[in-house]
Every structure is written in structure tokens, then in C-alpha cells.
Nanobody
């Protein structure tokens, strides 16, 4: 069983930067993929970025590629999402998830076994 705890969400102004953190406990996640998803009010939850904990392959949604960077710290069972050039449309609850998706379906939510409670990111114009 893996427990996930997100942190770092807050309110920022457009153009600003923010780093959110996902810490896993209960079991090592070295053999998994850890990903970030987000859900804005009135919208469905969507994939943001993912990283293989072994090897480090990364994937990004088109809407964040070039602005967001996902990274990992294996020794701490932790994944980070560095978000730069934030825009109001990035406002959402950001969720961390752990699973073993084939890399071609890394964005599919049903491929993930464990989810965190989310952290709120609000970007004002």
C-alpha cells in the first residue's frame, strides 16, 4: 500500500512560478511511474506530467510542455512538479498518482493504483 501526500499548492500571480511536491510512503515507488494530474472547476481531471522512477523517462501534456518540469528524488520517494510561466488556466487541484502504465498510456487515469488528496494551485491574472 502506498500513501501519497501532495504539498506546495498556493495562490500565485500569472507569470509566476511554483513547485509542488508529492511524497510517497508505505512502500518504495522505485519500480513505478509517478504522475501529476489536475482538475479545474467544472472540468474533468487531466494528465499533466509523468516520470518513470527507474530510468527517468518523462511525458508532458501539450498544454504544459516547455513550462512545467517533473523530476524525482528516489532516496526520498518524492516527485516534484516545477511550474513556470503560470497562467490562470493552470488553476486547478493538482493530484499525484502512482501506477505501472505502459509508457504509451501514461496519461490514462485508470492505469494508476494510488492517488493523493490533491493540492490547490490558484493563478490570478
Amino acid at each position: 500500500q502506498v500513501q501519497l501526500e501532495e504539498s506546495g499548492g498556493t495562490a500565485v500571480q500569472a507569470g509566476g512560478s511554483l513547485r509542488v511536491t508529492c511524497a510517497a510512503s508505505g512502500s518504495t515507488v522505485s519500480g513505478y511511474t509517478m504522475s501529476w494530474f489536475r482538475q479545474a472547476p467544472g472540468n474533468e481531471r487531466e494528465f499533466v506530467a509523468g516520470i518513470r522512477m527507474s530510468g527517468g523517462n518523462t511525458a508532458y501534456a501539450d498544454s504544459v510542455r516547455g513550462r512545467f518540469t517533473i523530476s524525482k528524488e528516489i532516496a526520498k520517494n518524492t516527485v516534484y512538479l516545477q511550474m513556470n510561466s503560470l497562467q490562470p488556466e493552470d488553476t486547478a487541484i493538482y493530484y499525484c498518482a502512482v501506477g505501472r502504465p505502459a509508457w504509451g498510456v501514461v496519461s490514462r487515469q485508470d492505469m494508476y493504483y494510488y492517488w493523493g488528496q490533491g493540492t490547490q494551485v490558484t493563478v490570478s491574472s
